[in-house]
């Protein structure tokens, strides 16, 4: 017989996880010495989606289902606090014309030399690691223009840069 959940139950649960507390690290980007910057002016990001598709076949009148084939949105976004140097622009622009020149419409070499491997890790509100995917062959597709106004608001410049990427692999599963 089910049972109507109870306020103790409820307060036996742990504590809520924040999107507060994560720390995006990417590896050695091409043109850049450290990408440490990019980890501290991160403000935002995502863990990208995953969807396991759905195929059925109809046989008798009778409909079966089992998963199909996993994919991924090959996009996700990083919003960054720039400072005065534009040390954030510099490198992902940089980055960019790495990937695909101004002048030659060329890369500087394949995907391989330009993408990276980039790691989300996510952490309790005591500091403790409870998350980490690592997100592969990163590179990025989108640098958005960046809106400057002559008044009186004073705002801090966020691009907000989208990534392209191949796949995710998460802590919580035994990849197979």
């Known amino acids: ?10 307060n036996s649960l742990p504590d809520f996880l924040t999107n507060a507390e994560f720390v995006l690290m990417f590896g050695s980007i091409p043109g850049t ?29 009778f409909e079966k289902g089992q998963a199909g084939g996993r994919t991924w949105s090959h996009t996700f976004s990083c919003t960054f606090a720039e400072t005065r140097d534009l040390a954030i622009s510099k490198a992902i622009r940089k980055w960019m014309q790495m990937t ?4 030659s419409g060329s890369s500087t070499g394949y995907m391989k030399e330009y993408s990276v491997s980039a790691d989300v890790y996510v952490f309790d509100t005591a500091g403790e690691m409870v ?16 809106s400057l106004e002559g008044g009186t608001s004073h705002a801090v410049i966020e691009p907000a840069i989208t990534f392209g990427y191949d796949y995710t692999s998460n802590d919580e599963v035994t990849e197979l």
């Open 1 to 10: 017989m089910v049972k109507r959940i109870t306020q103790s139950e409820i």
């Open 100 to 103: 695909r020149g101004t002048k």
């Open 131 to 146: 998350k980490s995917t690592t997100i592969y062959g990163v590179f990025p597709t989108d640098f958005p223009e960046i």
């Open 33 to 61: 010495a450290s990408t440490k910057r990019l980890s501290l002016q991160c403000k935002s990001t995502a863990i990208p989606g995953e969807t396991v598709e759905r195929v059925s076949e109809t046989l008798a009148g």
